[in-house]
């Protein structure tokens, strides 16, 4: 096989798996592995692929400022989604302080708690209302309205924020990548994910794998800031640079 028709089957294996090892590529293509990691050196040097130690994973390009309706998104991962809620509930102790993201996972992790001894604080208005339905002390931060969130953000909700300390905050993201951390497409709402994580003695994000190695425009956090709850962890990269716990594994 010619290297230029190598390089396009390894690309294409690639882009239908998202990441890859050199020793999957080596099988399908029935070469050496050393052949592979010249090739995914030269690809990586060319900008087609992006390479890490064992693997390779395809190139992110930034998906922008577009996001999807709350009510599209509750429908995207269900399953793992509700996984995902379900195990991050148990983490809730008695006289913790919490903070609950906007977003369909954290949503769906409030149906899941069932601590009364906690308080929880919110920017989603979907997740206040939850909250209070179940009798649990809930405090609502303050500001500018996001319809198509439904998440309270701005001036005014990033400065009362800044008055609390959290034990534990429940975040979500967009987009997870190595270089770009944890990415959001608003730049509103990103500087308030930003303001909680900060303020947090312990800072979890809610993610399903679809949310992994994707760039959205606006970075809230890197990598270490948080401890990522999520069904699958296809790139164990991820692994090395923060905390990962699989529910679903």
Do not use: W
């Not at 953000?153 to 997870?176: C, Q, W």
């Amino acid at each position: 096989m010619l290297n230029e028709e190598r390089y396009q089957l390894i690309q294409q294996i690639i882009e239908e798996r998202n990441t890859v090892t050199v020793a999957e590529l080596a099988r399908i293509i029935n070469t050496s592995e050393s052949t592979i990691r010249r090739d995914l050196t030269t690809l990586d040097e060319l900008g087609k692929i992006r390479k890490f130690f064992g693997g390779a994973t395809k190139v992110i390009k930034n998906e922008g400022f577009y996001e999807d309706s709350v009510s599209v998104r509750e429908t995207i991962m269900s399953k793992q989604k509700t996984e995902i809620a379900k195990y991050c509930a148990e983490l809730i102790n008695d006289n913790d302080f919490i903070y609950i993201d906007a977003g369909t996972t954290t949503s769906r992790l409030v149906d899941f708690i069932t601590n009364e001894n906690a308080t929880y604080v919110t920017n989603g208005i979907t997740h206040a209302r939850k909250l209070i339905q179940k009798g649990l002390n809930t405090y609502i931060v303050g500001g500018k309205i996001k319809p198509v969130t439904e998440a309270i953000i701005g001036a005014e909700g990033i400065a009362n924020l800044k008055n609390f300390n959290f034990s534990k905050a429940f975040m979500g993201a967009n987009g997870i990548d190595i270089n770009a951390g944890y990415t959001t497409p608003d730049i509103e709402e990103a500087m308030i994910k930003e303001a909680a994580v900060k303020k947090s003695y312990l800072s979890f994000v809610l993610a399903d794998s679809t949310k992994f190695n994707r760039v959205f425009s606006v970075t809230f956090a890197g990598l270490k800031k948080s401890i990522i709850i999520t069904d699958t962890l296809a790139d164990k990269k991820y692994a090395n640079e923060t905390i990962v716990k699989e529910v679903m594994k």
